[in-house]
């Protein structure tokens, strides 16, 4: 598996009402190289910060983050192709009319063949069923179908690492089950942020993030019992307060 390596990265942004940066992940040194990773932790806790860094999406405000040792800010390019991005929102993701489009545009640097790509973007969109809705227009598919759609263009060009921002939040049950498979099935390193702690056990390592900060690091079960615990503290907490 390639090895994606956080040293001392940190994310702060500057704000205007005081001269204090407000800082998203704090300083962290990870090395992930196992075959599923997840990353747990409350809403605004800093997943997608962590996340967006694997592919340069953000850059570090200190620190380095490489994927098989190419930097991400001097090497931005390399990395883009080597690890795909699966967004929460689909919508910021399919530019094409249809599901069909979007996915020959993901191959067009791979693929040069115009039949080959069609050939090749059929096999994308069968693997997770939406053969049937390849024709139809993004904007009349469901938020579930979308997601997976998005997730076909991705997968499409077979990138050594795929990073996906909570791929299940719109999927109901079954198109859940074909999720957890599909991802199961990939030969490709998979990092991905949830809410679904179903899919968590699924993983090699989960991370849980708090405030900022990587709290735990570990076995997956034993992740999400130390996240209940403290989910449950703080709403223990906040019932306390008058
Ligand atoms: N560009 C930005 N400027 C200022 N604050 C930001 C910026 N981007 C993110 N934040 C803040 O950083 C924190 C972490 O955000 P992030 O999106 O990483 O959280 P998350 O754990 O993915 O949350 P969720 O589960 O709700 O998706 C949040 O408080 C968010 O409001």
Redesign the pocket.
């Known amino acids: 598996m390639p090895a994606v390596a956080f040293a001392q990265a940190s994310v702060a942004?500057e704000r205007e009402d005081t001269p204090h940066p407000?800082v998203?992940l704090h300083p962290v040194d990870l090395r992930l190289e196992e075959a599923r990773i997840g990353i747990i932790?409350?809403?605004?806790?800093?997943?997608?910060?962590?996340l967006r860094l694997v592919n340069g999406l953000i850059q570090p405000t200190t620190g380095t983050v490489t994927v098989d040792g190419d930097d991400t800010v001097r090497a931005v390019r390399k990395v883009r192709r080597n690890v795909g991005f699966v967004f929460?929102d689909p919508l910021s993701q399919l530019v094409m009319p249809t599901g069909r489009e979007d996915v020959e545009l993901s191959l067009r640097r791979s693929v040069r063949n115009a039949a080959e790509r069609r050939s090749q973007a059929e096999a994308a969109l069968q693997r997770l069923g939406l053969l049937h809705l390849a024709d139809q227009s993004i904007y009349e598919l469901s938020g579930g179908e979308r997601q997976l759609m998005a997730l076909a263009a991705v997968l499409a060009v077979d990138p050594k690492v795929l990073v996906l921002d909570?791929p299940s939040t719109l999927l109901d049950l079954r198109n859940r089950e074909l999720l957890r498979r599909t991802l199961a099935g990939l030969d490709q390193q998979v990092i991905l942020?949830t809410?679904d702690l179903e899919l968590a056990l699924d993983m090699d390592r989960v991370l849980v993030?708090a405030d900022?900060r990587v709290a735990f690091d570990g076995a997956p079960a034993e992740a999400v019992t130390a996240y209940r615990s403290w989910c449950m503290q703080g709403l223990n907490t906040a019932r306390d307060v008058p």
């Open positions: 942004v407000k998203l932790g409350a809403n605004g806790s800093g997943k997608s910060t962590l929460t909570e942020s809410h993030i900022g």
